[in-house]
T-cell receptor
Framework: GDSVTQMEGPVTLSEEAFLTINCTYT??????LFWYVQYPGEGLQLLLK?????DKGSNKGFEATYRKETTSFHLEKGSVQVSDSAVYFC?????????FGRGTSLIVHP | GAVVSQHPSWVICKSGTSVKIECRSL??????MFWYRQFPKQSLMLMAT?????????EQGVEKDKFLINHASLTLSTLTVTSAHPEDSSFYIC?????????????FGPGTRLTVT
């Protein structure tokens, strides 16, 4: 079945550091790929998505590129802020229901 | 963008009582809604798929008699935790599928924190 593997956290960075959160997947067919963000005590918000190979999703300075050859969708940001502290979930959606990774906690210190 | 609300945002109840959680799509109709459960520092676990006008589809291992789901209208699904016990304490999140979008985007509610004492 479909699965998503994310790097384990927490990831701890200083403000303005470069962020990478790795995500790889296994799926049949050509799924859409997503990154969701969950701030403390809140539900999930869609951060960005990509629907086909080589697509780049971007939002709020975050980027991720759909790499079919490496089955990856790594999340990157050039300069993180304290307000980016949250849990980030990588997800894929094949035909119907999304499959989520375990989430990666990001902590950004001033 | 599409908005999904949940009510209540948090609830504390005594063991043995039942609790109802509402999930509403505010500006779109959703024939399909999903209920998830999230344990601390863990990912979302899909509990069931709620279909308007028909019975919910439960994931393996989820007790349908304990977690009652009703999707009576195109904008409202409810999850009732019956005879709640402390082990049911968790964060419950719903999502609604917007069929207007080409990718059938899912929008998530803010979650409901249930604490059973």
């Amino acid at each position: 079945g479909d699965s998503v593997t994310q790097m384990e956290g927490p990831v701890t960075l200083s403000e303005e550091a470069f962020l990478t959160i790795n995500c790889t997947y296994t799926a049949t067919g050509y799924p859409s790929l997503f990154w969701y963000v969950q701030y403390p005590g809140e539900g999930l918000q869609l951060l960005l998505k990509a629907t086909k190979a080589d697509d780049k999703g971007s939002n709020k300075g975050f980027e991720a590129t759909y790499r079919k050859e490496t089955t990856s969708f790594h999340l990157e940001k050039g300069s993180v802020q304290v307000s980016d502290s949250a849990v980030y979930f990588c997800a894929l959606k094949g035909s119907y229901i999304p499959t989520f990774g375990r989430g990666t906690s990001l902590i950004v210190h001033p | 963008g599409a908005v999904v609300s949940q009510h209540p945002s948090w609830v504390i109840c005594k063991s043995g009582t039942s609790v109802k959680i509402e999930c509403r799509s505010l500006d779109f109709q959703a024939t399909t809604m999903f209920w998830y459960r999230q344990f601390p520092k863990q990912s979302l676990m899909l509990m069931a798929t709620s279909n308007e006008g028909s019975k919910a589809t439960y994931e393996q291992g989820v007790e349908k008699d304990k977690f009652l789901i009703n999707h009576a209208s195109l904008t409202l699904s409810t999850l009732t935790v019956t005879s709640a016990h402390p082990e049911d304490s968790s964060f419950y999140i719903c999502s609604a599928r917007d069929q207007r979008t080409s990718g059938h985007e899912q929008y998530f509610g803010p979650g409901t924190r249930l604490t059973v004492t």
